[in-house]
């Protein structure tokens, strides 16, 4: 439980937690920027496995994965290179569960434990199918933490179930729609950020649309911190390597810690 307890160790001190996303095999340096996040005061990264149709996703990720698969990145090759990081923060993978189910349970998860990858997100596995299929059991007997995700149509009797399956932290999704950057937070992220902090201890992050440092702040008064993917993932997209990177997380954590 590496990334839940660093993440609870550091909201309890009254530090505001940011998760950076980073597309996994985009370009050569791809690892640098990883550690310029960590550098840069990220609490966890969450780094995206390529997958050719990223349904949670919107167009800025989309092309990201594109991109990597077209330079030749595997889920296997991402995971290699990942196990080369030696950096604070603990690290999240993000992917779809076709890549799980192919590969196999067993299989994913292991590679996953033996890189010092601390946990799994698979935005399109519902709990009561990860739990049925045993994706659950599986990652738990690796000690992969299971991040699970609630939306704003997210009943109450089921976000009892997702926070009692949840490890690592809770990701609330903050609008109906597909990751991207947006002019503003969304009108149900102040809820969805209330809802879920009463309904568990589980750190809870806000995540989908969080774009700018001012957002960012706004949106972690909500909850416990926030997960930013598609602005980043932008400015590599154009040509922004690790010193960029390492810039605008700086820029979160300052807003984060104002």
Not at 4 to 33: F, H, I, M, N, Q
Not at 185 to 204: E, Q
Request: net charge negative; aromatic share 4%; with cysteine.
């Amino acid at each position: 439980m590496h990334l839940e307890s660093t993440l609870r160790a550091s909201r309890d001190t009254g530090r505001k937690l940011l998760v950076p996303y980073v597309t996994g095999g985009l370009g050569k340096d791809w690892l640098d920027v990883v550690r310029a996040c960590s550098d840069a005061g990220a609490d966890a990264i969450e780094i995206g496995i390529p997958f050719s149709d990223p349904v949670m996703d919107g167009v800025t990720i989309q092309e990201a994965s594109q991109r990597s698969l077209d330079i030749g990145a595997t889920p296997e090759s991402v995971i290699a290179q990942a196990s080369e990081l030696d950096i604070a923060a603990p690290i999240a993978v993000m992917t779809y569960y076709n890549i799980v189910a192919h590969m196999g349970h067993a299989r994913f998860a292991s590679l996953l434990a033996n890189a010092g990858i601390d946990a799994a997100i698979l935005p399109d596995l519902p709990v009561d199918e990860m739990k049925r299929g045993g994706w659950d059991a599986t990652a738990r007997s690796h000690g992969v933490e299971c991040v699970l995700l609630a939306s704003p149509t997210t009943t109450d009797a089921r976000l009892v179930e997702i926070c009692a399956a949840a490890s690592g932290f809770l990701y609330a999704v903050s609008l109906l729609g597909v990751t991207g950057e947006r002019k503003g937070l969304a009108n149900t992220a102040a809820s969805m950020g209330a809802r879920l902090k009463a309904a568990t201890d589980i750190p809870v992050l806000l995540g989908v649309g969080i774009s700018t440092p001012e957002q960012a702040a706004e949106a972690s008064s909500h909850c416990d911190g926030v997960v930013v993917g598609s602005a980043l993932v932008r400015r590599l997209l154009q040509s922004g390597g690790p010193i960029e990177a390492h810039k605008f997380v700086a820029s979160l954590r300052a807003a984060l810690d104002a």
